[in-house]
């Protein structure tokens, strides 16, 4: 079975910190695809990040950074010097390939709030 | 460059009413998806598509029939609507997955219904 565990249930830090949401999977297949999504209020649902299986490198965009572990299954996704404009909530999903079939297992989310 | 447009945005019912929710790609993507997404339970897939003409069953199936007669559409319907059925409902698609394709899915914006 597929599992994906957001432990952090809410994150509250003050502007300009750091901050790591930890997103460990749970897969039997070797070809399988991670990606973060962000909700922020508005509702809508971004996609951030994918990820493949075979390429642990690991991945920077602005104040974002991905770590892909795949030792310990886990994509953790941190975020350099957080504004206000980050609180939203984050999802972690993995995505197993398996023929024509392709379905995303969704973690729970991490709610993170950025207090000014 | 509309992407996955959902119809309507908001919508109250009684229980035991029906209707239909609408989601409508222009990116030519063979799958698509609806979920529901509740507090505390993230999002859970309902029904899906991996092509025009065939639907298979999510995670939480009962209550809902959906059909996709054209590519571009797929239809949530609710033929007799429940409390439990209040939630938020994101339609979702993909394009189709090859080998070392690894395409995000691309969300709608949620459609708020309330059961009463």
């Known amino acids: 079975a597929q599992k994906v565990t957001q432990a952090q249930t809410e994150i509250s830090v003050v502007e300009k910190e750091d901050v790591t949401l930890d997103c460990v999977y749970e897969t039997r297949d070797t070809t399988y695809y991670l990606f973060w999504y962000k909700q922020p209020p508005s509702g809508e649902l971004v996609f951030l990040i994918r990820?493949?299986?075979?390429d642990e490198q690991n991945e920077i965009s602005g104040r974002y950074s991905w770590n892909f572990q795949k030792s310990t299954s886990s994509f953790n996704f941190t975020i350099t010097a957080s504004q206000v404009v980050d609180s939203a909530v984050y999802f972690c999903?993995?995505?197993?390939?398996?023929?024509?079939?392709?379905?995303?297992?969704w973690g729970l989310g991490t709610s993170l709030a950025v207090n000014p | 460059n509309a992407g996955v447009t959902q119809t309507p945005k908001f919508r109250v019912l009684k229980t035991g009413q029906s209707m239909t929710l609408l989601c409508a790609q222009d990116?030519?993507?063979?799958?698509m998806y609806w979920y529901r997404q509740d507090p505390g339970m993230g999002l859970r897939l309902i029904h899906y598509?991996?092509?025009?003409?065939?639907?298979a069953k999510g995670e939480v199936p009962d209550g809902y029939n959906v059909s996709r007669l054209k590519k571009q559409n797929f239809l949530l319907g609710l033929e007799s609507a429940a409390p439990s059925q209040t939630s938020v409902y994101f339609c979702?698609?993909?394009?189709?997955?090859?080998?070392?394709?690894?395409?995000?899915?691309?969300f709608g914006d949620g459609t708020r219904l309330s059961i009463l």
């Open positions: 999903a993995l995505s197993e390939y398996a023929g024509n079939n392709r379905k995303l297992i």
């Open positions: 990820r493949n299986s075979f």
């Open positions: 598509s991996v092509g025009e003409g065939t639907t």
């Open positions: 979702a698609s993909g394009p189709l997955r090859t080998i070392g394709s690894n395409q995000p899915q691309h």
């Open positions: 990116m030519n993507h063979e799958y």
